[in-house]
């Protein structure tokens, strides 16, 4: 019994050694996990839900050379080395999306209907239509669909239904708000209130000053649909409902769907790829007033059309001023140093996602001999495939959107609404990285290395970096975790 006793005693502190020394592996290898640097792109998506579910790539065993080497070459040769690509998949798993479900009180009754005209481009309308939706639950109303802008700068004819999948948007909002096709023939003589609702307005507005116009109308029509709602300060329900009707059920119509996947599938055969919000066509460029660049007579057309362009307020603007405050889009040329100096290799595929750029090929050319797999709708379908949607601005721009919303990367030259919906809806995916570039700080160091007082290579790219670590954005409810490189800027999981 002695010896017995001995040799349990003498059997504890091996056991707490072991433990001890289990326990520090463990604490070893979270600690060493923290500082492991992720790549830029890794070759496995998340598993997205329809419309916007993502071909699967392979993994690092199946990839091609020539993938494997944009793999490589695409983190910043300061950095650390990317981990491999089958060490991601636990962080590409989608989480379910319960943030975002509906309310478990249906609608109530309806007090009346609530007609809309939307304004401007798609993604103007398409965020006019979101607010929409909610107002429609604040005052209890039935939503009838929002009619699209047929007036604005490109005179698009194109109805709802064109655009969006208008059986999936009635039927995936039912539990939030009754929506129909059409108002009812009984209601079509009826007075109808016309009204146009305050600007960035919250519930109290709602509740009791549109509310009440039910006491005397059946029907109220919203002249305008842009701008129309507070974005703070409102219930989380409401919050949560204007999320589900811009990611989920404002859906693409089968046509532009198919299109879409298919421009995507077509992009994806290059590798992972950058979206670039290339915001440098003719309107925009009229509109701002930017002309940083530019001849004379390519000024004096683009101050032509803000002029003869009636409700476009502002008419006398000082370009240098506009660009020196950040307002203006970023250049085809100083996207290119952008690049350039976030690490980006000359392999890189990039799809433009903009309309015609202004100038063509001569505003182009700094871009495209930096790099070269420079793609585009036009140049990834013939036009036989895209003839259906050729005449129609916002289809065009829906196209656009999509294989946005699929990149690995997505850059806006601009902040505009196409740049805050894709962002908005790569977050709500939970997917990939989206770059936000400091249009008023990088101006400054662009014109440094026009002028000679900066070069190009380290010295740009070190400062470029530095003012861009906390400007690359992650869905932070998705990834929890910002890595960051040795020089400091920061990457996504």
Known sequence: MMAQAKRRCRAVPVMRKMITCAICAFAMVAVLSVHV??????????????PYKLPTTTTQKGMTEQQQSWSREVVPPHSKAPIAPHQLESV?????????????????????????HTNGGLNQMRAGICDMVAVARIINATLVVPELDKNSFWQDTSIFS????????????????????????DMSGVTKAVKHFRSWSGMDYYKEEISSLWEDYKVI??????SRLANNNLPPDIQKLRCRACYEALRFSPQIEAMGKLLVDRMRAYGPYIALHLRYEKDMLAFSGCTHGLSVAEADELKKIRDDTSYWKIKDIDSEEQRSKGYCPLTPTEVAMFLTALGYPSNTPIYIAAGEIY????????????YPLLMSKEKLASVEELEPFLKHASQMAALDYIVSVASAVFIPTYSGNM????????????????????RKLLVR????????????GRPLATRVIELHKKRYVCPHFYFEVIMQTNEGACCCA
Do not use: C
């Open 359 to 370: 100038g063509g090929d001569a505003h182009m050319g700094e871009l495209l001999t930096r």
């Open 92 to 116: 590409n798993a989608v989480p379910a999306l319960k943030l975002w479900k509906p309310p478990s009180n249906p609608p109530g009754e309806s007090s009346g209907y609530l007609l809309v």
């Open 162 to 185: 064109d655009v969006f999948d208008e059986d999936y948007f009635i039927s995936s909002l039912a539990s939030d708000v009754k929506i129909v096709r059409k108002l009812p023939k």
């Open 37 to 50: 640097h992720v790549q830029v792109f890794p070759s496995r998506v998340p598993v997205l839900p329809d």
């Open 445 to 456: 160091l662009f014109d440094k290395v026009e002028r000679g007082k900066l070069r190009e």
């Open 221 to 226: 029509r919203a002249a305008k649909s842009d």
């Open 419 to 438: 740049a805050r919906a894709v962002e908005g809806h790569r977050r709500y995916l939970g997917h990939q990285k989206t770059v936000t570039p400091d």
